[in-house]
């Protein structure tokens, strides 16, 4: 089974550019999530999609972070414009089931780690 | 307002011996457990989880406890090998597969 797959790994960019990331899930995983890690931090969550409707947004910066996730498979994450402060890893999970019958694991992706200067 | 706090940024320990990584919370309201191990540069792994109805779930070398009561949970590696060097997360919900919150981690060192 191929895992959580993300791109690009790493990305450098100025203040006030814009960036995007991208993630596959596991095949027929319904939940996706995108979380933050700030270097020393545990990882924030950003946004959870099921299927292809978010479940929960209430962490992630509208002002200038957006994320899809079309047709209930890939999802995108863009940040328009970036702060010095969005300098993170980005990563991608995705799990089997919905909150009805889930089945206990977040499969993680190795992350895209963006830096602004 | 950190809800899921992890005290002990690092951690060593002897090859062999035990290892115990804890992890406490503030929210009553979360019922639902996990611990995830990081190495550099990869994604966090799943280890082990629990449910608030327990209070303690094994799994080969690696035992969680939860302390309801207490708000507090501990991941409890036996015996400790070098290849668990990591930084361990801890991660909590309210509900299953909602909105988890991780701790800022431990890193262990097993020392051969």
């Known amino acids: 089974e191929a895992g959580v797959a993300q791109s690009p790994r790493y990305k450098i960019i100025e203040k006030r550019q814009s960036v995007a990331f991208w993630c596959n899930p596991i095949?027929?995983?319904?939940?996706l999530y995108w979380y933050q890690q700030i270097l020393g931090q545990g990882p924030k969550l950003l946004i959870q999609f099921q299927n292809n409707g978010v479940v929960d947004d209430s962490q992630l910066p509208k002002d200038r972070f957006s994320a899809e996730r079309l047709k209930g498979v890939d999802s995108t994450l863009k940040i328009q414009p970036a702060k010095l402060e969005d300098s993170a890893v980005y990563l991608c999970?995705?799990?089997?089931?919905?909150?009805?019958?889930?089945?206990?694991?977040?499969?993680f992706g190795e992350g895209s780690r963006l830096t602004v200067l | 307002d950190q809800q899921v706090k992890q005290n002990s940024p690092s951690l060593s320990v002897q090859e062999g011996r035990i290892s115990i990584l804890n992890c406490d919370y503030t929210?009553?309201?979360?019922?639902?457990f996990l611990w995830y191990k990081k190495y550099p540069a990869e994604g966090p792994t799943f280890l082990i989880s629990i449910s608030s109805i327990k209070d303690k779930n094994e799994d080969g070398r690696f035992t969680v406890f939860l302390n309801k009561s207490a708000k507090h949970l501990s991941l409890h590696i036996v015996p400790s090998q070098p290849g668990d060097s990591a930084v361990y997360f801890c991660a909590a919900s309210v509900g299953y597969g909602q909105n988890f919150v991780f701790g800022p981690g431990t890193r262990l060192s097993v020392l051969p």
């Open positions: 095949s027929g995983h319904a939940t």
């Open positions: 929210n009553s309201m979360f019922d639902y």
């Open positions: 999970a995705s799990s089997r089931g919905t909150a009805g019958d889930w089945t206990g694991e977040l499969f």
